[in-house]
Structure formats: structure tokens, C-alpha cells
């Protein structure tokens, strides 16, 4: 299955900034971003619907802003005020449709952020 194309990790500061990017297009139901880290499990970080309608973990609110361009070609994730136990492997997604499951969803190939002193 083709990979959806994202970018943007690396290695920040506690209270830095990155600014995550992927690839969508067609029809959907969300998209977003889901984050692992090592011996951890896979978790939603934040996702947008086809209407706008944006949400995110508890963790991760009044920090990450999720949003699509005009033309919902691109999504992009604001990260701000960065803590240590955001560093993770981010994997972008879609999904299709709500009935579309988990292991249904289309991936991006994962963008390692580590937000270290």
C-alpha cells in the first residue's frame, strides 16, 4: 500500500516548536496524526474531520494546533511549548470513512520527534 508522504521531526529544546506536514488527498472522514514511543502504545495526538471539526488528546491541548489547507492537499500539526514526553515516531493518517478500523487506515511512513535538553 502507498505511504502517505510527512515531515517535519527532529530534535528540539523543552518548550520548542516543530511544525508537522503530510500529504492528503480524496475523500475522508479525518486525518491526523497518531505518536509511539518505544514500549509504549500507539496513541492519537490529534485529528481533523472533513468538516474542520479538530480534536486532540488531553495532553497535548492549548499546545497543538491541527489544521488542512483550502485545498485539503496538505494537514499540518502546530506543535508548541514541546515537552519531553511528546518524543515519539508520529505517523499521519487517514481515514476514509467512520466505519473505516484501525487497521484500516491509510500511514504516512513516521517522523521521529524528540524533544530533548
Do not use: H
Not at 502546530?78 to 478500523?101: A, H, Q, W
Amino acid at each position: 500500500q502507498v505511504q502517505l508522504a510527512e515531515s517535519g521531526g527532529g530534535l528540539v529544546q523543552p518548550g520548542g516548536s516543530l511544525r508537522l506536514t503530510c500529504s492528503v488527498s480524496g475523500a475522508l472522514y479525518s486525518t491526523g496524526w497518531y505518536r509511539q514511543a518505544p514500549g509504549k502504545e500507539r496513541e492519537l495526538v490529534a485529528a481533523i474531520t472533513r468538516n474542520g471539526f479538530a480534536n486532540y488528546a488531553n495532553s497535548v491541548k492549548g499546545r497543538f494546533n491541527i489544521d488542512r489547507d483550502n485545498a485539503e492537499k496538505t494537514v499540518y500539526l502546530e506543535m508548541n511549548s514541546l515537552k519531553p514526553e511528546d518524543t515519539g515516531v508520529y505517523y499521519c493518517f487517514i481515514r476514509r470513512t467512520f466505519m473505516t478500523s484501525l487497521n484500516e487506515y491509510e500511514w504516512g511512513q513516521g517522523t521521529q520527534v524528540t524533544v530533548s535538553s
